[in-house]
Structure formats: structure tokens, C-alpha cells
């Protein structure tokens, strides 16, 4: 079948605010009792049914958090829920509703809107989601997105960055540093594409890496992994900034210190080969590359029994004393490096830090 060169472009003024949103969200179905109005009147209405509610926004803007050069706009609807659903799965609690809104600009024909809205519609019929409201705009930059994500939760169940104790261990899920690389590759192939645009980009060898960072997965299965196991971990957070950022966050808020151990970070072989090609250091990508959104989270050592041998979760380390600091124990040597969070530029060996 022959790709059709000149594909159909409406213009979406000629729908109109609302027959937009209607257009978009004709067919979203609601699924949750406690989604009592969604979208149609001037707000959502939602019954928490006596649990606890938990609300996160983001905010996603086109040249800074995405490029379109390469970002499919299908995935980039997809991420922009699961950057959401992350923060409420790192609350440990259940993800049940999300808003969207969507600032655009008059380069995107209505086609184009509709590619995003099918990734968001993926995402929440794959995650179980009710989409409730939210509003579009127009804009003069390109495209914006901000989505806010509705979970609930019984509350003994819910947790947070600042109760981790000392002698917790320190849990990780999956694996971490893929999506940086899949960043670099998409740079790099940009860059050759700009520079001879006959020449197509080869991208199977790299497929694990580039698939972590245009469609990643947020880990709602760990909530059901930990209630199925009994585990109520002491504190959590999701890994969009990087392994030592979060760390550093559990270990400011909680007060206390920690001593991971560097051989014991989970990599994938294709990440721990791509740092061998692009000469850099598989730990400093682990720990600074970020958008892995697995989770990290800190159980109590009686707990250890109950998770150890899940091929979902790995234990690369345990809390300490405030005073002892935060450490990364160096494979071989077993010396103690203090943890900084140093973000992306750090790996592109530029000099400016995270704060």
C-alpha cells in the first residue's frame, strides 16, 4: 500500500472550542463508580467513596520536554499520561481519572490532535482511566500539554517521601537508564538526518532503549505487586530525575542516610552496551539519566522475606544514620562516594547541576 503523500488536513477552527473537545472525546468511555460526571458540564464530579484522593499535574512543553522531530505525537499522547500515572502509583495508590488540556498552534491540523488524543485514549483504556475534563487552547509557541492525574487510596496504605528509617533497605523496580540512552540515540540520528536527510535512520538495533523513551510504562503493577505480597513500603518516589536525585530527595525528607551499593543497580544488557559505543559510564547513566519512571521505595528488613526473588524488584541498598550521609559503595572497591544529583547535562559533560 502506498503512503498517501498528500493525507487530509482540517483546519480545527472550523470546529470550535467545544465541538474540538467533543471531536476528541467522543469516544473515551467512563469506567470508575467514582467518575460521576465527566466531561459535559462545568466541572467533573467524583466520589472518592471514604478514600483518600491524591491529585498530580504536569506540565509537558514542545523544544524543552519533547521533540516532534522525533516524538510520534500518538507516544507523546501516551507519555504525557504515564509521566501522571507515575506520581500516583508512587503514592502507592490506585490511578482512576485524568484531565487534559492542550495549548496548540495553527501549524496542527485537526489530524494532528487526533494522533495525541489516541495516545491518551491507549493509556487509559490500557490503564484503566477515566478522562474527565480539561480545556484546549491556541498558541503562538507550538504545542503544550498539562495533565493532572486523580488516584485514591486507603489511607494506611498511602506513602510518602519522608518516612523512610534507618535501616530500611532500598528497593528499585525494573531496570534503569534506558531511556536516557534511547534520548541519545534519537539525538544523534536527528543530527545525521538533518545533516543527509536520504539517509534513514537504522534504529532495530536499539529498540528496548528508544521504546523507553518515547513510550514508556508507568508501574501500576507494583501497587498490586505489594498489596498481593503485604508490603506497605515506609516511603516512595517515581524515578523521572534520576536514581541519586530521588534517593537524595527520600533521604532529605525522611532524615536519614544511605549506602547504595553500585553493582547491585539493575541495567539491561543493551543499556550496559550502548554506554561501551557512546563511551560513557553505565552507573553515571543509571543514576542521572532519569525518565526510567520505575519506582523506588524503602521496606522495612522483616519485610525482605516477602519480596525477595521477585523478578520485578531489585535491592540495591539500605538507609543509615543521618549523619553517615548519602554513598554510593563503589563494585570492587567498596569505597564510599558521597551521591550527588547532577541531572542529564552532567553526562554531556557540562557543568551545570540539577538544584
Known amino acids: 500500500m502506498f503512503e498517501d503523500k498528500t493525507p487530509q488536513k482540517t483546519d480545527i477552527a472550523s470546529l470550535g472550542e467545544f465541538g474540538l473537545i467533543q471531536h476528541l472525546t ?7 463508580n467514582s467518575t460521576l460526571k465527566g466531561i459535559g458540564d462545568d466541572c467533573a464530579v467524583l466520589d472518592a467513596q471514604g478514600l483518600k484522593t491524591l491529585v ?3 506540565l509537558l512543553v514542545e523544544g524543552v520536554h519533547f521533540n516532534l522531530a522525533y516524538m510520534p505525537l500518538k507516544h507523546l499522547g501516551y507519555k504525557s499520561v504515564m509521566v501522571n500515572l507515575s506520581d500516583v502509583y508512587a503514592m502507592n495508590a490506585d490511578a482512576k481519572q485524568i484531565t487534559v488540556s492542550i495549548a496548540i498552534s495553527n501549524r496542527f491540523p485537526l489530524e494532528a490532535v487526533e494522533e495525541l488524543y489516541s495516545g491518551i485514549q491507549l493509556a487509559c483504556e490500557k490503564y484503566n482511566i477515566d478522562l474527565i475534563g480539561g480545556d484546549t487552547t491556541s498558541s503562538t509557541k507550538g504545542l503544550l500539554i498539562s495533565v493532572t492525574a ?7 496504605k498511602i506513602t510518602y517521601r519522608n518516612t523512610a528509617k534507618e535501616n530500611d533497605l532500598l528497593v528499585v523496580t525494573g531496570d534503569l537508564g534506558a531511556a536516557y540512552l534511547g534520548f541519545q540515540v534519537l539525538e544523534r540520528e536527528r543530527q545525521v538526518f538533518e545533516v543527509d536527510p536520504n539517509n534513514q535512520p537504522d534504529l532495530e538495533a536499539y ?3 528508544v521504546e523507553r523513551q518515547l513510550k514508556p ?3 501500576k503493577d507494583i501497587v498490586q505487586i505489594l498489596n498481593d505480597l503485604q508490603v506497605v513500603p515506609t516511603a516512595m518516589i517515581d524515578i523521572s530525575d534520576g536514581l541519586s536525585s530521588e534517593i537524595i530527595h527520600i533521604c ?16 539491561d544488557p543493551q543499556v550496559i552496551s550502548v554506554c561501551e559505543e557512546f563511551e560513557l559510564n553505565s552507573t553515571t547513566v543509571a543514576l542521572s539519566g532519569g525518565e526510567d519512571y520505575e519506582l523506588l521505595f524503602t521496606i522495612k528488613q522483616s519485610d525482605y522475606d516477602k519480596i525477595k526473588g521477585n523478578p520485578h524488584l531489585t535491592v540495591i541498598g539500605h538507609m543509615t544514620d543521618e549523619a553517615s550521609g548519602m554513598n554510593l559503595i ?3 572497591t567498596n569505597q564510599a562516594v558521597p551521591l550527588t544529583a547532577q541531572g542529564w547535562n552532567a553526562l554531556l559533560n557540562k557543568d551545570e547541576e540539577e538544584n
Not at 252 to 267: A, F, M, R, T
Open 56 to 58: 498530580s499535574t504536569d
Open 207 to 209: 529498540t528496548y532503549l
Open 26 to 32: 467522543q469516544y473515551f468511555t467512563i469506567n470508575h
Open 150 to 156: 486523580i488516584g485514591h487510596a486507603n489511607e494506611e
Open 252 to 267: 532529605q525528607q525522611s532524615k536519614v542516610g544511605c549506602n547504595l551499593y553500585e553493582e547491585k543497580i539493575p541495567l
Open 330 to 332: 563503589t563494585r570492587g
Open 217 to 219: 510504562e508507568a508501574r
